[in-house]
């Protein structure tokens, strides 16, 4: 996986500004997308592009259960979010949902990376390659489950042994 | 195994389980909403397209439903959600639907005890991040996403990673013009917004004895702002009295063993204990109420599933007797049962005398929904749980989240206020 990055420096974005609230009652996919991080950031919608990341600090998804803050930003084009840490609901929705992958990252890559940088993720290797700056990070690996049901493609697809 | 493990055991038909096991727990009870319920139909039609069977649920007896995020419709695209959520109840046989305007409705965390829906010892998934509410009855309570709900309604069961557990101990009785909302904003600001990810909070110790059901429901309802899987209460002969007298039966308590494990131990002394408001934009920025900065106050909230329970208006109502706010004030109950109680017992003409507005009950303003959303540059004070930028409404709006007693008495001052300064 290859892309460039949006950087949001700060810790605990929640998801009342990855889709604010008054957008729970819609429950159609583009539209939504066409609202992500609309509390935080409006010029968000014009700048990203199918394939690039999201990378921020601590408890990134924090707040509510709604479903619509990873599908909003995996229809805006987000292949992965890229975090020190995650709240959990978001977490499960982005994996169980297949929507996009939640990936933990040390302090290294949360500095090392900046806006704009072309990265490529491995999940295989757990390594993310900052192509720009020719550097490398080791990714936190997913937990045996997330593992599998992140190759499976989702929850539904995953069969428990 | 402490009462989680032993709940999470049994559900998934373990002898044993221990921290970080990877389980598929059996589940008691499933709850949607108008938000959630329509983003579960739409899982469905994504999985018929799959080719995955969606007709029948596994078990629609275990499944209730509420309305409570946008009604009153406001506008024609949540009246829609209602129709698609009573379509889908129809289909699938579901009887447990809490509907707007015909009878007992409200919020749905707050119908989860207000209907005794939920026991001790279930394990019981929501879909809202509030689900954590109920595990005050001695449940495993925890909020999902719309896949995972989905998945639950057709195969009954769900997986979890059993989560450490972090014990609140609490010492002693909180004093008059405390409440569990102050204790849980003071715990919210020790351990901040993810101080309790992935994990349990536990609360316990001769306080918790002390303390009514609904102050309980009020502390496990925002273990969500410090990130926790659930937050859960052991149950007693109260948790009994109180899911008894809302026609319950066949209780059977479950508790830890002596010998529990928890990851951390915290212990607080109630008696130390003092108003506190979480200040804008977090629920970790507190502050002791009579060191909160002195702004002017546009509105004051006394709603949610936080912030409404009986005892909430109870305490509001204590403070607003014989006094007249000074800024724009709504109290919503939060369930048509509250609202009833709150009639015959001459709460909602203290309101009205005072000069407040008295609401539906909704979720409402709560999530920036509608019914009285906060303007740019508003600033509000409220019983419910987030203040994250644009949570009541407008991104440039400010929320200080406090208990009723000091949402009432600000009301009166026009300013934050301990409701121990008013004359
Ligand atoms: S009242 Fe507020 S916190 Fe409670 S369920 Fe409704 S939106 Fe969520």
């Keep these: 996986m290859k892309g460039n990055v949006i950087k949001y420096e700060q810790d605990n974005i929640d998801t009342d500004v990855i889709i604010p609230g ?69 977490y499960r929705n982005a994996v169980d949902g297949a929507f ?49 049901i992140i190759e499976a493609g989702g929850l539904f697809k995953y069969k428990p042994d | 195994m402490n009462i989680v493990e032993k709940i999470l055991a049994r559900a998934s038909g373990k002898e044993k389980v221990s921290p970080d096991d990877v389980i598929f727990a059996n589940v008691d009870k499933v709850m949607v909403h108008d938000v959630s319920g329509p983003g579960v139909i739409k899982v469905f039609d994504k999985l018929k397209k799959q080719g995955i069977n969606v007709d029948k649920l596994w078990d629609s007896s275990k499944v209730w439903v509420a309305e409570d995020h946008f009604v009153p419709s406001a506008e024609k695209i949540s009246a829609e959600n209602i129709v698609k959520l009573q379509n889908f109840t129809k289909n699938y046989g579901i009887e447990k639907h809490f509907k707007y305007g015909m009878g007992q409705y409200g919020i749905c965390h707050t119908i989860s005890h207000e209907e005794a829906m939920v026991l001790p010892g279930e394990v019981y998934v929501g879909g809202d991040s509030h689900t954590n509410t109920t595990g005050a009855l001695g449940a495993f309570a925890a909020g999902l996403g719309h896949t995972d709900i989905a998945y639950v309604l057709l195969n009954g069961k769900i997986w979890f990673k059993v989560p450490e557990t972090l014990y609140f101990k609490l010492n002693g009785k909180l004093p008059d013009h405390v409440m569990a909302k102050d204790l849980i904003l003071k715990i919210i600001g020790e351990i901040g917004t993810d101080g309790g990810a992935y994990q349990t909070m536990q609360f316990g110790g001769n306080g ?75 629920p970790e920025n507190t502050s002791v109420v009579r060191e909160a900065p002195n ?43 509250i609202y009833k109680r709150a009639m015959e017992n001459g709460l909602l003409k203290i309101f009205l005398d005072a000069g407040a507005t008295v609401g539906p009950p909704t979720c409402g303003a709560c999530c920036g929904a509608h019914m009285g959303v906060l303007a740019k540059d508003e600033i509000c004070i409220s019983t419910t749980n987030r203040n994250f930028p644009g949570r009541m409404g407008h991104v440039d709006s400010q929320t200080y989240l406090s208990s009723p007693l000091v949402a009432a008495a600000s009301a009166v001052t026009g300013k934050i206020t301990d409701p121990r300064d008013l004359n």
């Design chain 1, 22 to 90: 008054q957008y729970l009652k819609i429950h159609d996919y583009a539209e939504l997308a066409s609202h992500a991080m609309e509390g935080l950031d409006p010029q968000f919608h014009s700048k990203v592009k199918e394939g690039d990341f999201i990378l921020s600090g601590k408890n990134f998804g924090c707040g509510s259960s709604r479903e619509h803050a990873p599908i909003a930003l995996s229809h805006s084009g987000i292949k992965a979010v890229l975090a020190l840490s995650f709240a959990r609901i978001f």
């Design chain 1, 100 to 148: 996009l992958l939640p990936i933990e990252i040390e302090e290294d890559a949360y500095q090392g990376i900046s806006e704009g940088d072309e990265i490529e993720i491995n999940v295989q290797l757990n390594e993310i390659k900052n192509i720009t700056k020719n550097q490398t990070y080791k990714m936190k690996p997913f937990s045996e489950i997330i593992g599998k």
């Design chain 2, 208 to 282: 918790i004895e002390e303390m009514s059901v609904e102050s309980r429901l009020t502390l496990c309802n925002m273990t969500t702002e410090a990130g926790a899987k659930n937050g859960i209460v052991e149950p007693d002969q109260k948790v009994v009295d109180y899911l008894s007298s809302r026609g319950a039966s066949n209780i059977t308590l479950v508790n830890g063993d002596a010998d529990a494990e928890y990851s951390k131990i915290y212990e607080f002394e109630s008696s130390e204990m003092e108003p506190i408001v979480a200040k804008p934009f977090s």
């Design chain 2, 295 to 337: 702004v002017e106050l546009d509105k004051s909230y006394i709603g949610s599933c936080t912030g409404a329970k009986y005892e909430d208006l109870e305490a509001a109502a204590r403070i607003l007797k014989g006094r007249k706010v000074k800024i724009r004030t709504e109290v919503l109950p939060a369930a048509i049962s």
